[in-house]
Structures are given as C-alpha cells and as structure tokens.
C-alpha cells in the first residue's frame, strides 16, 4: 500500500504561483503512476494531470495545459504540481493519488488519495 501526504497549498494573490508536494510512502512499484485532483464543495473531483513514476511520461486535462505542470522526483519519493498565472476559479482542494499502471483522468482509476491541500486564489 502506498501512502500519500500532500502540502504546499496555502493563500495566495491572483498572479502568482504555487508548487504543491505530495510525498509517497510504502510500497512503490516502478509502474506506479501518480494524478492531481482538485474539488470545490458541491463539484465533483476534477482531473488535472498525471504523471508516470518510471518513464515521467506526463498527461494533462486539456483544460489545464498550459499554467500546470506536473513533475516527480524519483529519488525523494515526491510528485510536483506547479500551478502559475494562479486565478480566484483555481481555488480548491488539491489531492494526489496513486494508481498502478497508465495515466488516467478518471479519480476511480486511482487506488489512494492523499488527505488534500488548500488552494485559495485572492482576487
């Protein structure tokens, strides 16, 4: 089993940027692929990106190319998520999670969640 915290997330003013870290623990295979997620009350869990452990093969929701980005770090166990040009709609929980095998935008493809950092975009 593997075990997700995520930080990084905190206030911010519209413009700026955010790296959000989600640290994995346990067992982690090398075809272990890990997602962002983010969820607003009332609003289902919506895809961002995902990255492949192995290959760091990237896939993004097409409506979040552009000011996201997604990277891992192998050697630290970490997962990155870079949001810049940060907008008050981008405000959210964000969640990382894990699944084995390809990318995928579905949040029932993912085995694990994080517990979620707090994004919130001032105007």
């Known amino acids: 089993q593997v075990q997700l915290v995520e930080s990084g997330g905190g206030l911010v003013q519209a413009g700026g940027s955010l790296r959000l870290s989600c640290v994995a623990s346990?067992?982690?295979?090398?075809?272990?692929?890990m997602g962002w997620f983010r969820q607003t009350p009332g609003k289902e869990r919506e895809f961002v990106a995902a990255v492949e452990w192995n290959s760091a093969f990237t896939y993004y929701s097409n409506s979040m190319k552009g000011r996201f980005t997604i990277s891992r770090d192998k050697a630290k166990n970490t997962g990155y998520l870079q949001i810049d040009s940060l907008k008050p709609e981008d405000t959210a929980v964000y969640y990382c999670?894990?699944?084995?095998?390809?990318?995928?935008?579905?949040?029932?493809?993912?085995?694990?969640w994080g517990l979620g950092t707090q994004v919130t975009v001032s105007s």
């Open positions: 999670a894990w699944r084995i095998g390809d990318s995928r935008g579905n949040p029932s493809d993912y085995n694990g």
């Open positions: 346990g067992h982690i295979l090398s075809a272990y692929t």
